[in-house]
């Protein structure tokens, strides 16, 4: 490719809304420009380069035999409320109606889509395992879409969907996915790690997400440096100390202005431990009479030296989604903000207490009164309630498998997988009929890999002060050919001879000055840049610089300079290998 013709141009500073080096420079080096909020046109070069990462996800889907399908974007509304999350998910799911008044989504994920499917084809044993794979556009209307490619409302996606017998054909695939997906992101040259999470949404009872570690990233992930247990926070145990002790009497105690743990404690002279705190959410449910949302409040109750994790509490809940309570919304409980808990609380509402309160004893609690809180109060016998893990994991906190003192990071997710099991199966009458002809429903699995958002998180990974420095497995080009001699019939030489050998060349022709072909090629960051000027070319050379190793320059004969290079690009390729 001529840089004289190609449709995009390199820009000298950042726009406006750049909020990290990675999306930075994919701007200013023409890979993507943006269209509107979490939306984006892909340009050449960075097309270029989301082809060459799909092509290494569709080769791995392949080797562990998956076929390759492509499904619409649009669905009928009617195969998502067979599941029941047309209402579950919340405004993120566009939906809308056709000209005939009927309800039609936007998909996120194509679970629905891909069940639909599948029940159409599967009707007996014979006709499993089956596994199948799109790369294909979704749409999720987030309300804040950030840094590029990482966080956007219409994006492309590697899913996968298995069909098995059992859970023993199950957790087969789903190991292969979890080995292939190494593969995927150690040839595109990402370092990922996997982890535990929280199914969410896509339901089951196993997931994994796999995890780029970047101060960038929005999700946390606990990590045992010892032992090696890792998982996002939103699921992340530890191991927590209990206070039990012989309950005493129930005392109300005077404490003006004490709104906050902090302010507490410094009232009372106790510590953080001694206490239970109360978060207070609104969360949305399904009406099982009519099929409709409806709002409840949600209270959680954590012991006062803990934060709730409210991932958790939703899953605990059983609501599909939590937002922060107004004060009218709790005071219609019949509590008071600031010095509310459970106790005497009335109404319709539901109260999760993290096993830290249920287990330990005489903690001091609001007293839904004003400027009041309670001494020694104690689960079950001044309230009850459903108790399980809210806690959220903190660095320093200690590890349940081992015991040594847990790490967080920051991290993007890049990939995901999920044992579904028979979530969408039963839902949908995705049945099969065993050997002895008793129908059962099929067990299933979704795997998924954001392709743009590996490239965003690729464009982080490899940059410095310069630009991009991509790796020759995912850069659009494999060599930036740069001319400095005024005979452009050298440059064109050169340039056919490296394109006849089948090595991709962004050949830089235009008539700009030395330094600005070379800010531009350090913007771009292809693999490899070879300068022709006069004083090597009167020695029969040209100068090689590798992209990852500025401070190297090689000299090639032009005799046999394609085998030269090619020699070059196989070992840069087995570096990723």
Same mark, same amino acid.
């Given at each position: ?20 080096? *990675? ?13 509107? #909020? ?8 960075g ?12 080769? $791995? ?30 405004? $993120? ?15 996120m ?70 080995? #292939? ?7 595109? *040259? ?12 896509? *339901? ?20 045992c ?5 890792? #998982? ?11 206070? /039990?002790?012989? /309950? ?17 404690c ?13 978060l ?40 599909? *989604? ?22 005497? #609380? ?60 847990l ?5 993007v ?19 099969y ?12 699995g ?6 743009g958002? %590996?490239l ?24 930036? %050919? ?5 005979? /452009? ?22 008539? $700009? ?36 190793d ?22 840069l390729?087995?570096? %990723?290998?």
């Amino acid at each position: 490719m001529r840089m004289s013709a190609l449709f995009s141009r390199t820009l000298r500073e950042a726009p406006n809304g750049a909020d990290c080096k *990675g999306y930075e420079y994919l701007l200013r080096a023409g890979f993507i420009k943006q269209l509107a #909020a979490g939306i984006f046109d892909l340009m050449p070069l960075g097309l270029r380069s989301i082809r060459k990462i799909e092509a290494i996800v569709r080769e $791995e889907m392949e080797n562990i035999g998956a076929q390759e399908v492509l499904m619409p974007l649009v669905n009928p509304g009617d195969i998502w409320k067979e599941t029941g999350r047309y209402w579950s998910i919340d405004r $993120e799911m566009s939906r809308f109606t056709d000209r005939n008044d009927r309800d039609m989504v936007l998909a996120m994920t194509h679970e629905e889509a891909a069940t639909d499917l599948a029940r159409a084809q599967i009707d007996s044993y014979k006709r499993l395992p089956q596994l199948f794979f799109q790369i294909q556009t979704k749409w999720r209307d987030d309300p804040r879409p950030r840094a590029g490619l990482i966080r956007v409302r219409e994006f492309t996606m590697k899913d996968s969907y298995s069909f098995d017998r059992d859970q023993e054909g199950l957790e087969k695939v789903y190991k292969a996915h979890y080995d #292939a997906y190494f593969r995927i992101f150690r040839r595109c *040259g990402l370092p990922v790690i996997a982890v535990g999470s929280d199914s969410g949404m896509m *339901g089951g009872k196993v997931a994994h997400e796999y995890m780029y570690l970047s101060p960038i990233g929005e999700d946390t992930i606990v990590i045992c440096p010892k032992c090696g247990y890792t #998982a996002n926070r939103q699921v992340a145990r530890f191991k927590k100390t209990y206070y /039990p002790s012989e /309950p005493a009497a129930l005392t109300e105690v005077a404490t003006p202005g004490a709104r906050t743990i902090e302010q507490l404690c410094q009232s009372l002279n106790i510590r953080p431990e001694q206490t239970a705190k109360a978060l207070f959410m609104v969360g949305s449910f399904i009406d099982d009479t009519n099929g409709k949302e409806v709002d409840k409040l949600v209270i959680g109750l954590v012991r006062g030296d803990m934060e709730i994790e409210e991932n958790k509490l939703q899953n605990a809940a059983g609501a599909n *989604g939590l937002r922060p309570a107004h004060d009218e919304e709790i005071a219609a409980c019949g509590i008071v903000p600031g010095f509310g808990s459970p106790i005497g #609380a009335k109404g319709d509402f539901i109260l999760v207490v993290d096993d830290s309160v249920a287990q330990s004893n005489n903690l001091v609690a609001g007293a839904n009164k004003e400027g009041y809180h309670l001494m020694n109060t104690n689960f079950g016998r001044d309230y009850t309630g459903k108790v399980a893990d809210i806690a959220s994991a903190q660095t320093g906190y200690v590890c349940s498998v081992c015991g040594e003192s847990l790490q967080c990071s920051k991290g993007v997710e890049v990939g995901n997988i999920f044992q579904l099991g028979t979530r969408y199966s039963e839902s949908m009458g995705c049945w099969y009929q065993d050997e002895q002809g008793v129908r059962r429903p099929v067990i299933m699995g979704s795997y998924g890999i954001g392709i743009g958002r %590996l490239l965003a998180c690729l464009a982080e990974n490899y940059n410095d002060v310069q630009g991009l420095a991509l790796p020759v497995s995912v850069a659009p080009y494999q060599v930036h %050919l740069v001319s400095l001699v005024k005979d /452009p019939s050298v440059g064109e030489k050169i340039y056919g001879e490296l394109q006849n050998a089948g090595i991709e060349v962004l050949y830089d022709d235009r008539k $700009e000055s030395a330094g600005v072909k070379f800010s531009d090629a350090d913007l771009i960051g292809l693999p490899i840049r070879m300068t022709v000027g006069n004083r090597s070319l009167a020695e029969g050379k040209v100068e090689v610089k590798l992209r990852n190793d500025p401070d190297r320059t090689l000299m090639l004969d032009l005799q046999g300079l394609p085998a030269e290079v090619q020699s070059i690009i196989s070992e840069l390729k087995a570096a %990723l290998a």
